[in-house]
């Protein structure tokens, strides 16, 4: 799938994108999709060159052994990164890396992004469960160690890699209130479609899409149950419907940031409805059935606009 994506498939998927908007719309656009890299570039984000194309600050910081970048828009901030945690599978490589991009390009305080990736987990022994036949994605489970990445300290976000930030980041860290031990989109989402993204069985259970992006009050007590152990044995119904706390520990969160792809709805001249966040939840135009679902061409430009930067550091 990586290699259809960016090779041969990505070049006719993006010329047919830009001929459609392009005639839609009116507009001409330059191709530069010829020589993108056809390995992935995980890190290229920490490489000398970024910091000559972007004119924000930046800084290094370590999480889990790891380094990762700290992005902020405009003036020096004192206060700590928001920690960011997007669920990670190999099939969806640059789903990760154009949501990644989205919330670094929007930033305006200090941000810590770290994929969420289980064959990692797996050899620290912090992951050990077997897939069942309904987890779609690698981090179906491995998402509700977030508390736990984060030393359960702070405040940290989960977020499905098949998300589009379209807003400051800032905007929704701002939205956090210390009194719940969680905060979320409460959907009442129920999905017509039996499949989603690549073929996978599309599941309907209470709460549906909660637990796609969630605010984590991480020192909260209650969090503290979410242990690897818990993560590795707990029922899906336990973890997804966030079981282990009151209804009255779950804020909720406009859901503008959780704005799911064929089910929300904006309403023209209503500013109210515009999206924050999009969610291509049952499949984005990175897979050959959703190439043309709604807001493809939102997806499509932000992914152009990371490639365009990821040539440039190759050819530096």
Known sequence: MRKSLEGRYLRDLLNTKRGQLNNRRGQCTNAHVSGFPTKSLPHFLLLPSFFKIHPRSYTMTMSNGNEHLVACNGEAKTNKPFKIFVGYDPREDLAYQVCRHSILKRSSIPVEITPIVQSDLRKKGLYWRERGQTESTEFSFSRFLTPYLADYDGWAMFVDCDFLYLTDIKELRDLIDDKYAIMCVNHDYTPKETTKMDGAVQTVYPRKNWSSMVLYNCGHPKNKVLTP????????????????????????????????EGHNRIVENDPTTFPKAIHYTRGGPWFEAWKNCEFADLWLNEMEEYMKESKKMIEN
């Open 229 to 260: 152990e818990v993560v590795n044995t707990q029922t899906g119904a336990f973890l997804h419907r966030f079981q282990w706390l009151e209804d009255e520990e779950i804020g909720s969160v406009p859901f503008l940031w959780n704005f799911l």
